[in-house]
C-alpha cells in the first residue's frame, strides 16, 4: 500500500517539477524576448543559467551576446586611444578617451557648481527682499529666477523637449495624412508628388524659411514658446513626418480587403471603420514609421540647434567650437557620445513600444 | 565746477520719467550710498547676447560681480553665432541688447543692411584689435621692413611694405584675400585703412554690388571670428583683422604673424557699444538705465587701480560661458602685452581700455567717423552734407541716457564725479592719432573725406565698378 501511495506521490511530485520547468522555460522565453527587444538581450543567458540550463550552451550564447561586443568596444577604444594624438590640429591634439572622460568629470562638476550659484543666488534674494520688509513692511518684493548659464544637463534636457514636441507635432500630422493616403487613391496620387519633392530636403534648408515665419508669427512680448524652440521643433517637424506618412500609408493600403469587406457589409460609419478596422491592422506599420521619424528628428535637431543657435545639444557643440581652447576638442566628443547615446536609446524605447503593438512581439 | 552748474550743463527736459528718477536718485541718496534702492525697472529679466571675444568683458563682469543684481536686474548672457544673428535678434525681441560693433547701429538705422533704428548709451571699449598676415605673406614682407638697432622691424607696420607682396602674388594668379567680421565692423574699417594709407585699394562697395571688391588690390571678405585661425590655415585667405584672442591664437598656434594693433592705426578708438532697439529704450528706460549703470561699474572695475583686476578678469572671461579661449591666450592682451613675431611681445598698455579715457561715453565724433568711412568705401551711396552726420549720430549716440546712469552712480557714491565729461557736447577735439597722420574733425565730416588718400570724395559715386562725379 505504501509502495504505491509512494510512487504516486513521486510521480505526481515529478509531473509538478516538469509543470514547473516548463512554465519556467515559457516565462524566460518570454522575458528573453522582451530583454531582447529593449537591448539587455545578454542577460538572458545568465537567466537561464540561474535557471539551470545547460552552462555550456548558455556560456556561448553569453559570449555571443555579451563578450564580442564588449571586446569590440575595448578594441576600439584602443585603437582611438592609439590613433588620437598622433593627428595634431590647431587645437592641440585629438583628445583620447582619457581626456574625454576627464572633461565628463569637467562638465559634472560645472553643473554642480552652477546649482550651488543657483542656491547662494536665491538666498541672498531672501535675505535681500526680508530686509526689505523688515524696514518697510508693505515694501514690494520681487523675486525672480536664477538667470545663469544652461549647463550641460539643462541643454540635454532642452534637446529632448524640443525633440519630443517637434515629433509630436509631426506625428499629429503624418498620422492623418497617411490614414487618407491609404484609404484613397485619388489622395494619394495627390500626396504623392508633394512627398516624394519634400522627403529630401535638408534641415538646414527649411532653417532660415523656419525662423522667418516664427519670427513673423509669434509675437515677442512674452511668447508662450521662446522663439528659438519653436524654429527648433518646427525644423523637427517638417523633416521628420515622412517616414511616417509613408508608412502609415503603406499600413493602412495593405489591409486585408476581406476586413474591409466585412466592415462594409456591417455598414460601418467611415469613423468606426477607421477606428475598429484600419487603425489596429495598421498600427505595427505606424510605429515602423514613427520610430523612423524620431531617428531623424533627433539627428536633425542637433543640426537645426547648431545652425539656428537655440538652445540645447547643438549649441553645446558650437559654443565649445567657438571657444577653441585646449579642451573644447575633447568636450566636442563628449557631446557627440551623449548624442549617439540618446539616440540610443530613443531608438530602443521606440522599439519597445512597436513590439507592444504589433502580433510577432519581435523585430 | 560747482554741482549746480553741473546739474545746468545735463539739465533734460523735464518730464514724469525725470521726476521719478530724481526721486529714485533722492530716496537713494536718504537710504545712504550702500543701500541705494534699485531703479524701479519696467522689465527684470533680461537675455543680452554676445560674441565670444574679449571686449564683451564689461557684461560677464556685470554678471559676476553681481552689478546687475546690484540694479535689481536679472541677465542671461547667451553668446550668438555671428554678428548678422545677433543683429537679427535684438531686432526681433529674441534679445534685449547685445555687445555690438559700432558700425552696427549706425548702420542698421541708415538702412545699410537691415534697417532698424537701434541705439547705443554706453561704450563698451577702445581697441582690442590687430591684423594677422599668414607665414608665408609675412616672410615675403618682412625684408621690406625698416629695421630698429636691436634687428626687430620697426612699428607701427605699414601697409606699403605689402603693397609689393600683393603684386607678387597677383603676378602668380593668386588674388590675394583677406578675412574681416563684418561689413560694418570696426575690423572692416581699419584694415581698409591701414590697407589705403599703404596705396592699397581694399574696393568699394554699390547699392547693386555689396561684395565690397570693386578695383580691390585686396579682396576683403567676411569670416567669423572664431573661425579666422582655421581659414588662414586653410589657406582660404592670407590675413585677416579681427578682435582678441584671434590674433594671439595665430602665434600661439604658428599659423600667422599679427603685425599691427589697432591702437597703433588710430590711437585709441572706439570699438564695441552696448545696442538696444530704439523701440526697447523707449518702453524700458529705467530698464535701460539701470543696465548702464550696471555697465559703467564693470567698466571701472576693469580699469581701476592700473588694470589690478585684469589677472581675476582674465579667469572669468576663460569660463567656456564667456568666451571660453585658454586663459593664457585672452592674458596676453588683457594684461597688456601683445605678441607680435613668435617671441617678439612688446608692452601694449592700453590693448585694452575699458573705462580710461571716457572710453565708456557715446561720443557723437565717433559715430561720425565711422560715417565718414561708411561714405568712404560705398556703402552710403550719396554725398550727405555735414548736418546730415551730425542728426544720425544723436540719432543713434545717447550721452544724456549715458550721463544720467553716471549721476546716479555719482550719487550713490559708487562713481568719481571727475570721471565723467559732463561738459562735453559729444564732440571730441581735433585727432591726429591717425597712422598717416591725417587729423580727423568730427564737425566737418565732408572735409575730412577730402584728404583721406583713396575713396570717394565730394559727390563721387560708383557705377558700374567705376568711380563718376566729383
Same mark, same amino acid.
Given at each position: 500500500?505504501?509502495?504505491?501511495?509512494?510512487?504516486? #506521490?513521486?510521480?505526481?511530485?515529478?509531473?509538478?517539477?516538469?509543470?514547473?520547468?516548463?512554465?519556467?522555460?515559457?516565462?524566460?522565453?518570454?522575458?528573453?524576448?522582451?530583454?531582447?527587444?529593449?537591448?539587455?538581450?545578454?542577460?538572458?543567458?545568465?537567466? /537561464?543559467?540561474?535557471?539551470?540550463?545547460?552552462?555550456?550552451?548558455?556560456?556561448?550564447?553569453?559570449?555571443?551576446?555579451?563578450?564580442?561586443?564588449?571586446?569590440?568596444?575595448?578594441?576600439?577604444?584602443?585603437?582611438?586611444?592609439?590613433?588620437?594624438?598622433?593627428?595634431?590640429?590647431?587645437?592641440?591634439?585629438?583628445?583620447?578617451?582619457?581626456?574625454?572622460?576627464?572633461?565628463?568629470?569637467?562638465?559634472?562638476?560645472?553643473?554642480?557648481?552652477? +546649482?550651488?550659484?543657483?542656491?547662494?543666488?536665491?538666498?541672498?534674494?531672501?535675505?535681500?527682499?526680508?530686509?526689505?520688509?523688515?524696514?518697510?513692511?508693505?515694501?514690494?518684493?520681487?523675486? +525672480?529666477?536664477?538667470?545663469?548659464?544652461?549647463?550641460?544637463?539643462?541643454?540635454?534636457?532642452?534637446?529632448?523637449?524640443?525633440?519630443?514636441?517637434?515629433?509630436?507635432?509631426?506625428?499629429?500630422?503624418?498620422?492623418?495624412?497617411?490614414?487618407?493616403?491609404?484609404?484613397?487613391?485619388?489622395?494619394?496620387?495627390?500626396?504623392?508628388?508633394?512627398?516624394?519633392?519634400?522627403?529630401?530636403?535638408?534641415?538646414?534648408?527649411?532653417?532660415?524659411?523656419?525662423?522667418?515665419?516664427?519670427?513673423?508669427?509669434?509675437?515677442?512680448?512674452?511668447?508662450?514658446?521662446?522663439?528659438?524652440?519653436?524654429?527648433?521643433?518646427?525644423?523637427? #517637424?517638417?523633416?521628420?513626418?515622412?517616414?511616417?506618412?509613408?508608412?502609415?500609408?503603406?499600413?493602412?493600403?495593405?489591409?486585408?480587403?476581406?476586413?474591409?469587406?466585412?466592415?462594409?457589409?456591417?455598414?460601418?460609419?467611415?469613423?468606426?471603420?477607421?477606428?475598429?478596422?484600419?487603425?489596429?491592422?495598421?498600427?505595427?506599420?505606424?510605429?515602423?514609421?514613427?520610430?523612423?521619424?524620431?531617428?531623424?528628428?533627433?539627428?536633425?535637431?542637433?543640426?537645426?540647434?547648431?545652425?539656428?543657435?537655440?538652445?540645447?545639444?547643438?549649441?553645446?557643440?558650437?559654443?565649445?567650437?567657438?571657444?577653441?581652447?585646449?579642451?573644447?576638442?575633447?568636450?566636442?566628443?563628449?557631446?557627440?557620445?551623449?548624442?549617439?547615446?540618446?539616440?540610443?536609446?530613443?531608438?530602443?524605447?521606440?522599439?519597445?513600444?512597436?513590439?507592444?503593438?504589433?502580433?510577432?512581439?519581435?523585430? | 565746477?560747482?554741482?549746480?552748474?553741473?546739474?545746468?550743463?545735463?539739465?533734460?527736459?523735464?518730464?514724469?520719467?525725470?521726476?521719478?528718477?530724481?526721486?529714485?536718485?533722492?530716496?537713494?541718496?536718504?537710504?545712504?550710498?550702500?543701500?541705494?534702492? !534699485?531703479? &524701479?525697472?519696467?522689465?527684470?529679466?533680461?537675455?543680452?547676447?554676445?560674441?565670444?571675444?574679449?571686449?564683451?568683458?564689461?557684461?560677464?563682469?556685470? =554678471?559676476?560681480?553681481?552689478?546687475?543684481?546690484?540694479?535689481?536686474?536679472?541677465?542671461?548672457?547667451?553668446?550668438?553665432?555671428?554678428?548678422?544673428?545677433?543683429?537679427?535678434?535684438?531686432?526681433?525681441?529674441?534679445?534685449?541688447?547685445?555687445?555690438?560693433?559700432?558700425?552696427?547701429?549706425?548702420?542698421?538705422?541708415?538702412?545699410?543692411?537691415?534697417?532698424?533704428?537701434?541705439?547705443?548709451?554706453?561704450?563698451?571699449?577702445?581697441?582690442?584689435?590687430?591684423?594677422?598676415?599668414?607665414?608665408?605673406?609675412?616672410?615675403?614682407?618682412?625684408?621690406?621692413?625698416?629695421?630698429? !638697432?636691436?634687428?626687430?622691424?620697426?612699428?607701427?607696420?605699414?601697409?606699403?611694405?605689402?603693397?609689393?607682396?600683393?603684386?607678387?602674388? /597677383?603676378?602668380?594668379?593668386?588674388?590675394?584675400?583677406?578675412?574681416?567680421?563684418?561689413?560694418?565692423? #570696426?575690423?572692416?574699417?581699419?584694415?581698409?585703412?591701414?590697407?589705403?594709407?599703404?596705396?592699397?585699394?581694399?574696393?568699394?562697395?554699390?547699392?547693386?554690388?555689396?561684395?565690397?571688391?570693386?578695383?580691390?588690390? =585686396?579682396?576683403?571678405?567676411?569670416?567669423?571670428?572664431?573661425?579666422?585661425?582655421?581659414?588662414?590655415?586653410?589657406?582660404?585667405?592670407?590675413?585677416?583683422?579681427?578682435?582678441?584672442?584671434?590674433?594671439?591664437?595665430? *602665434?600661439?598656434?604658428?599659423?600667422?604673424?599679427?603685425?599691427?594693433?589697432?591702437?597703433?592705426?588710430?590711437?585709441?578708438?572706439?570699438?564695441? *557699444?552696448?545696442?538696444?532697439?530704439?523701440?526697447?529704450?523707449?518702453?524700458?528706460?529705467?530698464?535701460?538705465?539701470?543696465?548702464?549703470?550696471?555697465?559703467?561699474?564693470?567698466?571701472?572695475?576693469?580699469?581701476?587701480?592700473?588694470?589690478?583686476?585684469?589677472?581675476?578678469? *582674465?579667469?572669468?572671461?576663460?569660463?567656456?560661458?564667456? *568666451?571660453?579661449?585658454?586663459?593664457?591666450?585672452?592674458?596676453?592682451?588683457?594684461?597688456?602685452?601683445?605678441?607680435?613675431?613668435?617671441?617678439?611681445?612688446?608692452?601694449?598698455?592700453?590693448?585694452?581700455?575699458?573705462?580710461?579715457?571716457?572710453?565708456?561715453? !557715446?561720443?557723437?565724433?565717433?559715430?561720425?567717423?565711422?560715417? #565718414?568711412?561708411?561714405?568712404?568705401?560705398?556703402?552710403?551711396?550719396?554725398?550727405?552734407? &555735414?548736418?546730415?552726420?551730425?542728426?544720425?549720430?544723436?540719432?543713434?549716440?545717447?550721452?544724456?541716457?549715458?550721463?544720467?546712469?553716471?549721476?546716479?552712480?555719482?550719487?550713490?557714491?559708487?562713481?568719481?564725479? =571727475?570721471?565723467?565729461?559732463?561738459?562735453? &557736447?559729444?564732440?571730441?577735439?581735433?585727432?591726429?592719432?591717425?597712422?598717416?597722420?591725417?587729423?580727423? &574733425?568730427?564737425?566737418?565730416?565732408?572735409?575730412?573725406?577730402?584728404?583721406?588718400?583713396?575713396?570717394?570724395?565730394?559727390?563721387?559715386?560708383?557705377?558700374?565698378?567705376?568711380?563718376?562725379?566729383?
Amino acid at each position: 500500500m505504501t509502495s504505491v501511495t509512494e510512487a504516486s #506521490t513521486l510521480s505526481s511530485a515529478e509531473a509538478m517539477r516538469a509543470r514547473r520547468k516548463a512554465r519556467l522555460a515559457h516565462g524566460l522565453n518570454h522575458a528573453a524576448a522582451t530583454l531582447q527587444i529593449v537591448g539587455l538581450g545578454w542577460l538572458s543567458p545568465l537567466l /537561464r543559467m540561474a535557471a539551470g540550463d545547460s552552462p555550456r550552451q548558455q556560456g556561448r550564447e553569453l559570449w555571443q551576446q555579451m563578450g564580442v561586443p564588449l571586446t569590440a568596444l575595448m578594441l576600439f577604444l584602443a585603437a582611438w586611444a592609439w590613433l588620437a594624438p598622433q593627428v595634431n590640429t590647431s587645437l592641440g591634439a585629438i583628445p583620447g578617451p582619457a581626456q574625454v572622460w576627464e572633461q565628463v568629470g569637467v562638465l559634472h562638476a560645472d553643473h554642480k557648481a552652477e +546649482r550651488a550659484k543657483e542656491a547662494a543666488f536665491y538666498d541672498r534674494q531672501a535675505k535681500r527682499n526680508a530686509e526689505l520688509l523688515a524696514k518697510d513692511p508693505s515694501a514690494e518684493v520681487k523675486t +525672480r529666477p536664477y538667470a545663469g548659464k544652461p549647463t550641460y544637463l539643462d541643454q540635454i534636457v532642452t534637446s529632448l523637449k524640443t525633440v519630443f514636441t517637434g515629433f509630436l507635432l509631426g506625428a499629429l500630422v503624418a498620422v492623418p495624412l497617411g490614414v487618407a493616403c491609404g484609404l484613397s487613391r485619388t489622395v494619394n496620387a495627390a500626396m504623392n508628388p508633394l512627398i516624394q519633392i519634400f522627403k529630401p530636403v535638408s534641415p538646414l534648408a527649411w532653417l532660415p524659411l523656419v525662423t522667418m515665419v516664427v519670427s513673423a508669427t509669434v509675437s515677442s512680448d512674452n511668447p508662450t514658446f521662446e522663439k528659438s524652440f519653436l524654429t527648433s521643433a518646427v525644423t523637427v #517637424t517638417l523633416c521628420s513626418l515622412w517616414p511616417t506618412l509613408i508608412n502609415t500609408a503603406v499600413g493602412v493600403s495593405s489591409i486585408d480587403k476581406d476586413l474591409m469587406n466585412v466592415g462594409k457589409v456591417l455598414q460601418l460609419s467611415g469613423p468606426t471603420m477607421v477606428r475598429r478596422l484600419v487603425l489596429p491592422s495598421a498600427l505595427p506599420y505606424i510605429f515602423t514609421g514613427l520610430r523612423l521619424s524620431l531617428g531623424v528628428g533627433w539627428m536633425v535637431l542637433i543640426a537645426a540647434e547648431m545652425l539656428a543657435q537655440n538652445p540645447g545639444l547643438g549649441k553645446f557643440v558650437w559654443d565649445e567650437f567657438q571657444n577653441g581652447s585646449s579642451s573644447s576638442l575633447a568636450r566636442i566628443m563628449v557631446a557627440v557620445f551623449t548624442i549617439g547615446l540618446i539616440g540610443f536609446l530613443l531608438d530602443r524605447v521606440m522599439l519597445a513600444f512597436q513590439a507592444a503593438v504589433s502580433h510577432t512581439g519581435t523585430r | 565746477m560747482t554741482r549746480d552748474v553741473i546739474r545746468d550743463v545735463i539739465r533734460l527736459p523735464a518730464s514724469p520719467r525725470t521726476a521719478l528718477l530724481s526721486a529714485a536718485a533722492t530716496l537713494a541718496l536718504t537710504l545712504g550710498s550702500a543701500q541705494a534702492a !534699485p531703479l &524701479d525697472v519696467e522689465k527684470d529679466q533680461l537675455k543680452l547676447g554676445f560674441i565670444k571675444l574679449t571686449d564683451m568683458a564689461p557684461l560677464a563682469i556685470a =554678471a559676476e560681480k553681481g552689478f546687475f543684481e546690484d540694479e535689481g536686474l536679472s541677465v542671461t548672457l547667451e553668446p550668438q553665432a555671428n554678428w548678422k544673428v545677433l543683429l537679427d535678434r535684438v531686432i526681433s525681441g529674441e534679445l534685449d541688447g547685445a555687445h555690438m560693433l559700432a558700425g552696427q547701429p549706425l548702420g542698421a538705422t541708415i538702412g545699410f543692411g537691415t534697417q532698424a533704428n537701434v541705439v547705443t548709451a554706453f561704450s563698451m571699449d577702445l581697441n582690442g584689435n590687430g591684423i594677422t598676415l599668414s607665414n608665408e605673406v609675412w616672410d615675403r614682407m618682412k625684408p621690406n621692413l625698416p629695421k630698429g !638697432p636691436d634687428g626687430k622691424p620697426l612699428h607701427p607696420i605699414k601697409a606699403d611694405a605689402l603693397k609689393p607682396v600683393i603684386a607678387q602674388y /597677383r603676378a602668380e594668379g593668386k588674388p590675394f584675400t583677406m578675412g574681416m567680421v563684418f561689413p560694418v565692423s #570696426t575690423h572692416n574699417y581699419e584694415l581698409r585703412y591701414w590697407l589705403a594709407a599703404g596705396g592699397i585699394n581694399p574696393g568699394y562697395y554699390a547699392p547693386n554690388d555689396v561684395s565690397g571688391q570693386i578695383q580691390a588690390d =585686396a579682396l576683403l571678405s567676411v569670416t567669423p571670428p572664431p573661425q579666422m585661425p582655421a581659414t588662414l590655415e586653410a589657406g582660404t585667405i592670407f590675413g585677416y583683422s579681427v578682435g582678441e584672442p584671434w590674433n594671439q591664437q595665430a *602665434v600661439m598656434k604658428g599659423i600667422g604673424v599679427p603685425v599691427i594693433t589697432d591702437t597703433e592705426i588710430w590711437k585709441n578708438n572706439p570699438e564695441k *557699444v552696448f545696442g538696444v532697439t530704439e523701440g526697447w529704450a523707449a518702453k524700458n528706460p529705467k530698464t535701460h538705465l539701470a543696465l548702464v549703470k550696471a555697465l559703467i561699474r564693470a567698466a571701472m572695475w576693469l580699469d581701476e587701480n592700473g588694470n589690478a583686476n585684469r589677472a581675476e578678469a *582674465v579667469k572669468i572671461l576663460a569660463k567656456s560661458e564667456y *568666451v571660453g579661449a585658454d586663459a593664457k591666450v585672452i592674458a596676453n592682451s588683457m594684461t597688456g602685452t601683445f605678441e607680435y613675431e613668435k617671441g617678439d611681445k612688446r608692452a601694449v598698455p592700453d590693448f585694452n581700455v575699458f573705462f580710461r579715457y571716457n572710453a565708456t561715453y !557715446p561720443f557723437y565724433s565717433d559715430a561720425v567717423w565711422y560715417l #565718414t568711412q561708411m561714405r568712404r568705401w560705398g556703402q552710403i551711396a550719396e554725398a550727405k552734407p &555735414d548736418s546730415w552726420y551730425d542728426e544720425t549720430a544723436r540719432k543713434v549716440y545717447k550721452p544724456e541716457i549715458y550721463l544720467k546712469a553716471a549721476r546716479l552712480l555719482v550719487e550713490e557714491g559708487k562713481a568719481k564725479e =571727475a570721471d565723467f565729461p559732463w561738459a562735453s &557736447d559729444g564732440y571730441k577735439p581735433l585727432d591726429e592719432g591717425f597712422i598717416d597722420g591725417i587729423a580727423y &574733425d568730427g564737425r566737418k565730416p565732408n572735409e575730412y573725406l577730402t584728404k583721406l588718400p583713396i575713396g570717394l570724395k565730394g559727390g563721387q559715386a560708383v557705377q558700374g565698378g567705376q568711380l563718376v562725379g566729383g
